[in-house]
């Protein structure tokens, strides 16, 4: 039998010592664990929901891979580069590739007899994915986009659309200027979406593959590039990897060179933006940890100073320090056990009440959701058990060896 287990489990269990004054310390000692243990759980569920969910809308207008000319990644201009039925085939057999589409970017100005206002227009074919639009529609339809002839069709966003002052189901005249000409397209608004991510919002409408290359003067097959989804996001630059092999030397039919690019070079500046909410995770953790081995350290303390005459007696009967600080530390863990209970329950309730009901709101334009998202990770939780178990126990081991200090003779007169 482990004697210190067996006694520290004694003095928790004891009832009639609950007019003593550990009991408040104790009370104390494990409201600080499950507040915070609480406050970690919440915390890294919101930096991951944010983080997962600001991703997923970069994502949903950049893809995870991008299948580009050369030169528009040396030179930030937009080059031409030609994606045939059987490139595309070729790049779905990718290890690691599920979905593959074809794009083509052209910029222009949408006029009404008020405003005007100038915006990218991203074009996209029949095998254009339209999930995440569908996901962000607020108002209208997601059209059937064709890469042979032009619907005439375009999707705006919440932020165009108020301040051309439109609607779903309106018309809207576009002008495209180039070093020739000027030509003029009369577009209906099939749909309004909106993320909430100003930068892509201000900017962003989508139209037909057909209209964007054709306004692009480009010829047959070029666009300005593929798109490609992974099959695992955790993987993704092991599947870049695969792509770049794919393409790196490979040469179109008009002799201009493919290259590949991810998401995180796309957009290094908003990565870059979610990386550092790490740092912000790594300080709140740091700091509740703090408060939970504080607030345990001084319930140690005031317990083994009400019961240095139990201590007494345990010595004179033989036990050994080591074995008296065995039972308080054993006598802790119970108490950091019950703290950490308690605040799964709470941690996990609150993150669990915000997933379902969005109960708590934000300010879109500033935060970029209107809703604080939060992601439950049960590993996570689970190591965060894990650590603030260990790292509470580690840093009661020096307060215990003020056991050894406490004479038998003396504490047994101790009041």
Known sequence: MNFPLFIAR??????GD???VSRPAIRIATIGVAIGLAVMIITVSVVLGFKHTIRDKVIGFGSHIQVVNLMSISSGASYPISVSD?????????DGIS??????????ILKTDDEFLGVVFKGVGPEFDPTFIKQNLVEGEVPQFSDTKSGQKILLSRMMADKLNLKSGDKVFAYFIDSDDVRVRRFTISGIYQTNMTRFDEQICFTDLYTAAKLNGWLPRQYSGAELLTTDFDRLETTAQNVDVFTRHRHDEYNSSYSSQTIYDAYPQVFTWLELLDVNVWIILALMVCLSGITMISGLLIIILERTSMIGVLKALGARNKTVRHTFLWFAAFIIGRGLLIGDVLGIGLVLLQQFTGIVTLDPQTYYVSEAPVELNIPIVVLLNIATLIISISVLIIP??????????????YE
């Open 86 to 94: 059987s490139m595309m085939r070729a790049l779905g057999d990718i």
């Open 400 to 413: 215990s060896f003020l056991i050894s200090h406490i004479h038998p003779a003396k504490s047994m007169r």
């Open 18 to 20: 609950r007019r003593k």
């Open 99 to 108: 979905h593959v589409q074809r794009y083509a970017l052209t910029q222009g």
């Open 10 to 15: 004694k003095i928790y269990r004891d009832e």
